[in-house]
């Protein structure tokens, strides 16, 4: 009776420990989800974070330069369908635009036979953290203090102690202006991933999705428009397409790859497989962006995740925010460019 | 296998470092248990199990038999759910490199949240009808000794001088 009962108690035990029911400090995607939340508050049906979006559709038209990288049936030479999302960081889907919010672009590239890819970039050159705990515990450290309406100067400054790569980082960040809208900024892909071609061989990759509109710099919050910056974009597509080179960024051995808070040398080789083009803007609706997980790790046969450990929690912590918003009510989002003036 | 993705799955739900390479192996063994269900139960049909053992009172053979069934409707079910559920999501069901399965469900937020729910309630529901049956398996292996196990299994775990043929 005591060797039966060790036998079940040994597998319904294995299964909690694997569960994480036996490990509460465990950091999990579901808590990860939990500090969205009480950092910006619970807004059913919206995003955990990257919350006030609109949707954009267009086609990337791929020049055939990537196939020698990548056998991702995207590369082959002509036209293939984009659903895209652009976003503001923060859980805060009503909050005001402004020039301190990091810029987000989500993309879908949908080729007809299969081999969709899907990709979260953002208008910085590298995170400011490199693991998924750094993440949160910054997370946790830039939650705005009710009596003060800013970040607890104490907790900021024991995060940055603590995490020296943060503060390179924000150096590396700074370093670079930013642009004056969602049309003219340079979206990066961050993270390292591996491209395969057709021959087997695998180069160690980032991308970027760099504008053809002109840079101009950053302005001032416009206190006129809280939605001043999507309006801007929801203005410039009314006036015709926008378009975006899209750079591939070529590693040398010895590139770091599991450390998104670094840059790689200014003289690897760029190769630009292709334009992007945007011609329609929606605001968020069911069946459009909007119900669309941009999970950075959905990729196609020739395209996999480098060893980079924020990759697998990303997938991770936008699959727990999609489960969660999937099943709430949902109310119209922010961003309405039907009511943009024309 | 079927032990091993509920393993697989409460432990890819809770993981942040594992995730991605556990959801890429959960998909294709979902399929492949699909495909193996469905297999095993046109055999069962085909070559009937052996009759209960004599040592088993009715009440215990209609809750051996149920259990039989419901972990047989469950494993079948699971694997549609993930299919269905990941549907209804619009993400790609990908088997492995270039191989995909298409959608069977239109894309809906609402469908995909309550498929989602439904995964794990079966899951658990799975997980406790095994850990009974698997009990009762023991009851009469370790307890009994009545060689319940080789109704079970396709070798002979106890000699003929125990349990006759």
Redesign the interface.
């Known amino acids: 009776m005591a060797i039966l009962g060790a036998l079940v108690l040994c597998v319904v035990g294995s299964f909690a420990y694997v569960g994480g029911w036996l490990s509460p400090g465990l950091l999990t995607p579901g808590r990860f989800a939990d500090g969205f939340q009480e950092v910006f508050g619970v807004h059913p049906g919206f995003r955990r974070n990257h919350a006030k979006g609109v949707c954009v559709g267009g086609y990337f038209e791929s020049n055939g330069q990537g196939a020698r990288l990548s056998k991702a049936s995207v590369f082959e030479p002509g036209r293939v369908a984009v659903t895209g999302r652009f976003s503001l960081a923060g859980g805060q889907p009503f909050a005001a635009d402004g020039p301190a919010a990091v810029r987000g672009f989500g993309l879908r590239f949908e080729p007809r036979h299969g081999g969709q890819w899907r990709t979260a970039m953002v208008d910085i050159p590298v995170f400011a953290v490199g693991t998924p705990e750094g993440f949160y515990d910054q997370l946790l450290a830039s939650k705005i203090d009710p009596a003060t309406g800013k970040p607890d100067p104490a907790k900021m400054t024991a995060f940055l102690a603590a995490h020296p790569e943060t503060v390179r980082a924000i150096t590396i960040i700074k370093a670079k202006p930013f642009s004056s809208g969602f049309a003219n900024a340079t979206f990066n892909g961050l993270n390292v991933f591996r491209f395969t071609n057709a021959a087997g061989d695998t180069t160690p990759v980032r991308w970027s999705m760099v504008p053809v509109d002109a840079f101009a710099p950053e302005g001032p919050a416009d206190a006129q428009d809280k939605n001043y910056l999507f309006d801007a974009l929801i203005a410039r597509l009314r006036r015709g397409p926008v378009q975006w080179h899209m750079i591939i960024t070529i590693g040398q051995p010895g590139d770091p790859t599991d450390d998104a808070t670094l840059l790689w040398p200014d003289t690897r080789e760029h190769l630009d497989v292709g334009t992007l083009t945007l011609d329609s803007v929606a605001a968020e609706a069911p069946g459009n962006c909007r119900d669309i997980n941009f999970d950075p790790l959905v990729l196609p046969d020739g395209i996999a995740p480098s060893d980079d450990p924020l990759l697998s929690a990303r997938s991770a912590v936008y699959s727990q925010s999609f489960t969660r918003r999937a099943g709430e009510t949902k109310e119209p989002s922010a961003v309405t460019p039907a009511e943009v003036g024309q | 296998m079927v032990l091993t993705m509920?393993?697989i799955g409460?432990?890819?739900?809770?993981?942040?470092?594992?995730?991605?390479?556990l959801?890429s192996i959960h998909r294709p063994l979902g399929i492949a248990i699909l495909i193996l269900v469905i297999i095993r139960y046109v055999n069962r049909k085909l070559n009937p199990p052996p009759e209960f053992i004599a040592t088993m009172p009715p009440e215990e053979r209609v809750a051996a038999h149920y259990s039989e069934l419901l972990m047989y409707a469950m494993m079948f079910a699971m694997p549609l759910i993930g299919w269905g559920m990941l549907s209804a999501?619009?993400?790609?069901i990908v088997l492995f490199?270039?191989i995909?399965l298409p959608p069977i469900l239109p894309?809906?937020?609402?469908l995909?949240?309550?498929l989602?729910?439904t995964h794990t309630i079966v899951a658990y529901l799975f997980?406790a009808t095994f850990?009974a049956h698997?009990?009762g398996v023991?009851?009469h292996t370790?307890?009994m000794r009545d060689g319940l196990i080789d109704r079970m299994v396709p070798w002979r775990v106890r000699g003929p001088e125990i349990n006759p043929p």
């Open positions: 509920l393993f409460v432990a890819m739900v809770a993981s942040l470092a594992d995730y991605h390479l959801v999501a619009r993400y790609p490199g270039p995909h894309h809906s937020l609402m995909y949240a309550v989602r729910k997980f850990i698997f009990s023991l009851f370790l307890i």
